[in-house]
């Protein structure tokens, strides 16, 4: 079992940047791939990114790729997500999520694919 924690949402005008983290706690964090996933309202929750459990492989939504960045510190249990360019139509809930695997570099797109969700943090963009 993994619990998931993610921080570091709030309001910023369009064009800042925010970090959100996500902290692990449980079983190792080894052996989880970790994606992102965001839901807007009135829309169904979507991909936003994912690395692997090495750390060495990451994947992005279009909508993102170049302006989000996905990193992973597996000594400290935690996992970021670097949002620059950030634009009014990225105002979503953020959730990290936690896959156990045993391929030390696959990532995982799909939200069916996630066993284990943290709460979500609000990202707010204003234009």
């Known amino acids: 079992q993994v619990q998931l924690v993610e921080s570091g949402g709030g309001l910023v005008q369009a064009g800042g940047s925010l970090r959100l983290s996500c902290a692990a706690s449980?079983?190792?964090?080894?052996?989880?791939?970790m994606g992102w996933f965001r839901q807007a309202p009135g829309k169904e929750r979507e991909f936003v990114g994912a690395?692997?459990?090495?750390?060495?492989?990451?994947n992005y939504a279009d909508s993102v790729k170049g302006r989000f960045t996905i990193s992973r510190d597996n000594a400290k249990n935690t996992m970021s997500l670097q949002m620059n360019i950030l634009k009014p139509e990225d105002t979503a809930v953020y959730y990290c999520?936690?896959?156990?695997?045993?391929?030390?570099?696959?990532?995982?797109?799909?939200?069916?694919?996630?066993?284990?969700w943290g709460q979500g943090t609000q990202v707010t963009v204003s234009s």
């Open positions: 690395i692997s459990w090495s750390g060495g492989n990451t």
């Open positions: 449980g079983r190792t964090f080894s052996g989880y791939a």
């Open positions: 999520a936690a896959v156990g695997t045993t391929a030390w570099n696959t990532i995982y797109g799909k939200i069916y694919d996630y066993a284990y």
